[in-house]
């Protein structure tokens, strides 16, 4: 890793099992050089907990993953000449993962998660295993991992034992861009492969972090969706000539339900001053906008509450210990329990997906309203000459086709548990699974969204010369930085990636998020965010 990319003067990230956050995972992810750690207390923690296992080894009595056999083999007694070899062939054994590697920032979080997870003191590894994850994270190594091949009960067995594999020498790893032998890199660098002791090969395989790694970096994304839906939305809005007396504060504040109010208070923040609003606030026979617009603080806004709650299982989770058996020197014992299965974040990253669909579907109606001149006051698919151009009647389509693989993505992997292992687990919770799922639609909707962005800013064009709200007109502003207005017919493709670019890159969030230092303040009461 670049030392260069590290912010002037900042102290490195003490690693320390229980305090890490979302936005450092992210962070690490990222690759931005913020140099790791571990806490000196959390140091004591790990020499504890192997102490007290090797304590253990010098008795009689039986402890599962460590003079034992794996699950069904559970009851197979293991030698002592023969229990590092059980380590290092329970990796190797474990590296059945297929598909597509996942990214570098994936794998990064995955390392980190797992590092701190160790870092707690209930896993009964050496301290090396720790400190050679931060290494790997501090040097821009990054194992190369599949992304299919787990269950996400008993851990996320197969993605972690390749990340294990390499840290012996073996597999391969990407640095510099470069895919190599983990073991010509390791000798290049000069470190030398590990070789496990008893618990260390189950140490480094059993847990929940790829799972949680691929769901926080989704709900960091899902984050900036929600908060993009809102700008979107608030330009469909305009484009319309809609109202926003829904979104008075009152009316929310009768409803209580805190994201409802978040969103409604930035909707309102980016519709203020609004020129197009003024134009027919007298003598329209509507009285109310169509579900899709009037309703985009009680759907939005029940996105954000599930955002709440998914960040917290996500944020508890990385700070957790999830190993068997664990290891508890404090009340001297070494217990076989379940902290492993992932059934709590599966079904958060599944809900999640739900969400984002609904989000999804509200704006493909929004989009919907736009194009039709039945319903907008526009031309047909906001085009100059309907008939011989077709404006954006296929981005429509585009956006229709991603929200309905959407739909498919939002029925839940963790209700779809089969058993493995000789039924000795009988009941997995597929929080992989979960997780390519969430990663797939956020996608999907952030191309979405930034669809109906580009025809928001169309039907502007449309209403000139007057000025939408602030916050829209700024938007508005962004977007034609990366895209012209539609004259004619053209190649839309790259129109729609570029915003998605933008889109993900958080800057219309940013735009809504501004309506927490405004004077239109959310309602009060509870958080969401």
Partial sequence: MDDSRRGEGEAPYLLDGSSLTLEVVARVAEGDGLLLVLDPEAEEEIRRSRAFVESLLEGTDQIYGVTTGF????????????????????????????????????????????????????????LELVTRLLDYLNRGIHPRVPEAGSVGASGDLAPLAHVALTLLGEGEVEVGGEVRPAAEVLEELGIPPLELKE????????????????????????????????????????????????????????????????????LRYLLRDSEIRESHRYGDPRVQDAYSVRCMPQVHGAAREVLAYVRRILETEANSTTDNPLVLPEAKVVVSAGNFHGQVVAQALDFLAMALTDLAAMSERRLERLLNPDLSGHPPFLTREPGIQSGFMIAQVTAVDLLAEMRVLAHPASVDSVPTSANQEDHVSMGMAAARKLRRSVECLETILAIELLCGAQALEDLKPLLPGKGVQEAHEILREEVAPLTRDRVLSGDIRRVTEVVRGGVFAQLAREAETGTDRPNPGGTAP
């Fill in 199 to 266: 618990k260390e090969g189950l140490a480094l395989i059993n847990g929940t972090q790829a799972t949680t790694a691929l769901g926080i970096l989704s709900c960091l994304r899902a984050q900036v969706a929600v908060e993009t839906a809102e700008v979107a939305g608030a330009m469909t809005l305009e484009g319309l000539k809609g109202t926003p007396e829904a979104f008075r504060a009152e009316a929310h504040a009768v409803r209580p339900h805190p994201g409802q109010g978040r969103s409604a208070a930035r």
């Fill in 71 to 126: 699950g069904r083999l559970a009851e197979v007694v293991i030698p002592a000449d023969q229990r590092g070899e059980l380590q290092v062939n329970l990796v190797r054994s474990h590296c059945a993962g297929v598909g597509n590697s996942l990214s570098a920032a994936e794998v990064r979080a995955i390392m980190l998660l797992r590092a701190n997870a160790l870092a707690r003191g209930h896993s009964g590894c050496r």
